[in-house]
Structure formats: C-alpha cells, structure tokens
C-alpha cells in the first residue's frame, strides 16, 4: 500500500529558484494538505484541499501556491525560493466524511534554500 | 481561533520509567477532536490516537494510556515502563468540529528521549 508519497526526498535550491513539492495519494481522500516543519514550531497548515478544483489557506500561505486538478494529486509550488522556505515540508491526506479521520502524511520532503 | 499547547519541549528519562506528556487545548467548538502522533528520528509521522468531545473515557493500549478531561481542556499521554524504542517528538492536535473545519492545529511538540 502506497498511501501518502512524496517527491523528492531531498532538494537543494538557490534563493531565487522555482520548484514544485509532489504529493500523490491512492486512498481515494478528499482532503489533502501541505505542512511545514520547522525546529521549535510543530508543524504549520500552508494550503488545504476538501476536493477536486477546490484549495484554501492555512496559517502560512505566503510564497506558495497549490492546485488540486485530480483528486490523487496535490502538488506545492514555490514560486521564488527563499533562505526562509528552508524546511521539511509533510502532506497529509483524509476522508473528509468525520471529523475524527486520523491524518496519513507522506514521509516528508526535506528542502534547503541557500 | 484554536490552539494547542505542549509546555514540555523535551524530557529525558531513563528506561522502565513512567513518562506522562501533557496536552493543553483552546477552541470555541463544542465538538472537536483530538490526536496523537508520534515522530520517531526517522521522521515519518505516526498517528496514534484519537479522541473525541463527547468520549471522556480513558484508554489504554499496551504500554500506553490516554487521559482527557474536557474540564480541565486537556489530553494527557502517559506511557508505562518506557524502552529506548519510545524516544521521539510527540504532537497533539486538535480538529475543530464547526462547518468545514477540517483544519488540524498541532502544539509545538515534545521530544522524548528514553535513556537506556
């Protein structure tokens, strides 16, 4: 079972630079989320998704963008990397039917901006 | 506005200790859940529990064992006679039960480091 994946892993940028985070999951969830981790801050709410064509903010949204064209997908652009982007980056997905759904995150993306 | 508060940062104990982390919450819902999830170093993240408003029964699961008490706003995680196997962050959540809220706030997290 697949569940939530994330790629890469690992990623290197200059300030500057543009990438996008890859999110994909086979369980068939409406919601679908991006999180930052950052030392000493838990993690943080960037974007949201409850469905196809639908997206929304969270707690931390400047300097991102998200799509969600498939329900399977939900990929996190950077759109001009900074020094202060520098963080480990989880998406998480869930039935949206019941509040009590436990989140499944992906194994994270860690990402450095120099 | 929700909020999640986990006053320990890090604690250290030594193997066979008893180890309780302390979960403090804030929301205006009257219907809300709660979680735990684990981070070992490898950094995935595990769910562990979760608890509902309306549930204030206590669980227990093997070595560890949950205590919600909505008087007091929180959602204690106690795990008996802790191994080395238990050293990681621990985080608490919180989901609004409102509308659409399907927003998952997490305290800040406390790293556990079981000492063999």
């Known amino acids: 079972n697949a569940g939530v994946t994330q790629t890469p892993k690992f990623q290197v940028l200059k300030t500057g630079q543009s990438m996008t985070l890859q999110c994909a999951q086979d369980m068939n969830h409406e919601y679908m989320s991006w999180y930052r981790q950052d030392p000493g801050m838990g993690l943080r709410l960037i974007h949201y998704s409850v469905g196809a064509g639908i997206t929304d903010q969270g707690e931390v949204p400047n300097g991102y963008n998200v799509s969600r064209s498939t329900t399977e997908d939900f990929p996190l652009r950077l759109l001009s990397a900074a020094p202060s982007q520098t963080s480990v980056y989880f998406c998480?997905?869930?039935?949206?039917?019941?509040?009590?759904?436990?989140?499944?995150f992906g194994d994270g993306t860690r990402l450095s901006i120099l | 506005a929700q909020k999640v508060t986990q006053a320990q940062t890090e604690i250290s104990v030594v193997e066979k200790e008893d180890v309780t982390l302390d979960c403090v919450y804030e929301t205006r819902d009257t219907t809300y859940y709660l979680f735990w999830y684990k981070q070992p170093p490898s950094g995935e993240l595990v769910f562990l529990i979760r608890r509902n408003s309306f549930d204030e029964q206590n669980e227990i699961s093997g070595r560890y064992s949950w205590n919600f008490q909505k008087s007091t706003s929180s959602f204690n995680f106690t795990i008996t006679a802790s191994q080395v196997v238990d050293s990681a962050v621990y985080f608490c959540a919180l989901r609004g039960g409102g509308g659409s809220n399907y927003k998952l706030t997490f305290g800040k997290g406390t790293l556990l480091t079981v000492n063999p």
């Open positions: 998480a997905s869930s039935k949206l039917r019941g509040w009590d759904q436990p989140q499944h």
